[in-house]
């Protein structure tokens, strides 16, 4: 079974500090992304990646940015935390290029205070 | 007009029921369609993943894609309790980044 691990369940960070949401994949998978969920809207990509040291603006990229220095790991970076950015964030990952099949983690619900 | 539409719910069935969900879409270039499961506080799960047009069945649940009607359904006979989660259709038309998901559906199945 793919596995997706995000490190936190549940994180408190206060407004304006650098926050890092770390995300690992133990399937040899290409593709990584990052999605926040939230009540009414739904899931909204925020950025994805292809392959290491790659990445790619999803649907709502601002006041984030993303490092994939490894091909297992994607970290989601706030790099000052507002309160609008309290969500859940949800970290997923696919095959390949052409595989549209996204195995999700368990997601991070994040407050920001 | 939204990319896709699904009616956020909830839906309340009893234990056994027949149960339909259904999104419709405007992007007629959409080829791949999914639903995912998602019960509370966890991620969403693929439930079913269909190409093209037709019928697709796993057990209980069977998901139906209308391409002409830009519609598409899934369908749960023998509804469980342990069914009741919120159900998000998503599809993509092949390019790599570009998979819309619905709001998703909640479901509650009664025992």
């Known amino acids: 079974d793919v596995k997706v691990t995000q490190s936190s369940r549940y994180l408190v960070k206060r407004t304006g500090e650098k926050v890092f949401l770390e995300c690992v994949q133990d399937?040899?998978?290409?593709?990584m992304f990052w999605y926040r969920q939230d009540p009414g809207l739904g899931l909204r990509l925020i950025y994805f990646?292809?392959?290491?040291?790659?990445?790619e603006k999803g649907d709502i990229p601002e006041g984030y940015s993303v490092s994939r220095e490894k091909k297992e790991r994607f970290s989601l970076i706030l790099e000052s935390a507002s309160t609008n950015q309290t969500s859940m964030y949800l970290c997923?990952?696919?095959?390949?290029?052409?595989?549209?099949?996204?195995?999700f983690g368990s997601g991070t619900q994040l407050s920001v205070l | 007009q939204k990319e896709v539409e699904q009616d956020p719910g909830p839906l309340s069935v009893p234990e056994g029921a027949i149960v339909s969900l259904n999104c419709t879409y405007s992007?007629?270039?959409?080829?791949?369609f999914m639903w995912y499961r998602q019960y509370s506080r966890k991620g969403p799960e693929l439930l079913m993943y269909?190409?093209?047009?037709g019928n697709k069945e796993d057990g209980r649940f069977t998901a139906q894609v209308d391409k002409s009607s830009k519609y598409i359904s899934l369908f749960i006979r023998d509804s469980q309790p342990s069914d009741s989660a919120t159900y998000l259709c998503?599809?993509?038309?092949?390019?790599?980044?570009?998979?819309?998901f619905g709001k998703g559906t909640k479901l509650s199945v009664k025992p």
């Open positions: 998503a599809m993509s038309t092949g390019s790599q980044g570009n998979l819309i």
């Open positions: 997923a990952s696919s095959l390949s290029v052409d595989n549209e099949k996204l195995f």
């Open positions: 992007n007629s270039a959409f080829q791949y």
């Open positions: 399937m040899d998978h290409e593709n």
């Open positions: 269909t190409y093209s047009s």
């Open positions: 990646s292809y392959d290491v040291k790659m990445k």
